[in-house]
């Protein structure tokens, strides 16, 4: 899922590589992370130009004219001050990989063969320098074409950040668990669904579908007060509109005021909306509505029909084998 919602999902380069069973998600992502340094060490790290400044009799570079004439090292040492440029594996991206090796190796949610296995591959980064990791410091990562190998690593590391906190006395750390955050959840749930069914939906535009509401200038103020209305997933051909809401809750269902547990009716009315405003828009196409949540109790998969369209309620099962969820949500698109 992971992969998908990330970009990093190629079926033309899928291999077939035999099974790694871990025995929680802090060790996967670490076995992962570390299988990938090590195809990045065996390539050769990337260098880049770092400005470093000696003082020394043989000059090698820019002469400090200034440092010398504060410092007085002609002088009293006969020496220079200059400035050269050094190609240099310590760039922040092999910075952040550095470290975040070292805090896996200290985590106590990594399996102990792991974080040794980590800490071992960390000691190759002997040329690069320790960093302290905030939330800002991934946004100034600048890859290119000829880098492009560390996207990946990068959003692997962006994702311990996050989920590795330390412990109460601060000598290592402890795996917080993204399953735990609803919000980061969700979001991954949906680009995860829009990145799959763009890569197996060949002949057709998979978005996030953004709508004009479809209201009256009677009130001119009044329209600039209304929210944005932006689908999760729409699928569009030119004969058919599929408009898909991702959700992620524990609980699907929720008890009624009379009795029994019921669908959460503003999701229902969410969906309503869009379906509604898709087909003022796109007037010719026959419109399909889909409330997508990701199973935690128990399954659900029911077809209704609101105001003349079709409209399914259903869950998908992430802890299934992977050939089982993928079938899965073909068949809920009706592929």
């Keep these: 899922m992971l992969l998908y919602a990330w970009g990093h999902f190629r079926p033309s380069e899928l291999e077939l590589v035999g099974r790694d ?67 240099s594996p310590d760039v922040l991206h092999n910075q952040i990989i550095y470290e975040t090796l070292l805090r896996l190796a200290r985590s106590e949610g990594v ?26 410091i991934f946004r100034r990562v600048v890859l290119s074409r000829n880098t492009s190998q560390y996207a990946l690593l990068m959003h692997i590391c962006e994702l311990l950040f996050h989920e590795l906190m330390p412990d109460p006395e601060g000598s290592q750390t402890q795996f917080k668990g993204i399953q735990d955050d609803k919000t980061r959840m969700e979001a991954l749930f949906e680009e995860f669904l829009r990145a799959f069914y763009r890569a197996h939906l060949a002949g057709r ?13 009677q009130d001119a103020p009044g329209l600039a007060l209304l929210p944005k209305m932006r689908t999760d ?19 699907v269902l ?24 898709a087909a003022h828009y796109q007037a010719a196409a026959a419109h399909r509505g889909l409330l997508l949540y990701a199973q935690r109790e128990q399954p659900i998969d029911s077809q209704l029909t609101i105001f003349g ?23 809920l698109a009706e592929i």
């Design 21 to 87: 069973e871990s025995p929680n998600l802090p060790t996967l992502l670490a076995r992962v992370l570390d299988a990938n340094v090590h195809r990045l060490l065996r390539r050769g790290l990337d260098r880049g130009y770092l400005s470093q400044v000696e003082e020394g009799r043989s000059v090698r570079g820019r002469i400090q004219v200034s440092d010398i004439a504060k410092r007085q090292t002609v002088r009293l040492r006969g020496t220079a001050i200059y400035e050269y440029d050094e190609l």
């Design 254 to 277: 929720v008890p009624s005021q009379h009795g029994g547990e019921k669908l959460r009716s503003g999701h229902l009315y969410q969906l309503h909306a869009y379906l509604s405003h």
């Design 233 to 251: 997933i729409t699928v569009r051909s030119p004969q058919e509109t599929l408009t898909i809401e991702a959700k992620f809750n524990r609980k």
């Design 111 to 136: 399996e102990q063969k792991t974080r040794h296995e980590v800490g071992l591959t960390a000691r190759r980064f002997r040329d690069v320098s320790r960093v302290h990791l905030t939330q800002g």
């Design 205 to 217: 535009e998979v978005v996030a579908k953004e709508y004009t509401w479809a209201a009256g200038p």
């Design 309 to 331: 369209r079709p409209v399914r309620v259903a869950t998908i099962d992430l802890g299934q084998e992977w050939q089982v969820i993928h079938a899965r949500l073909l068949k």
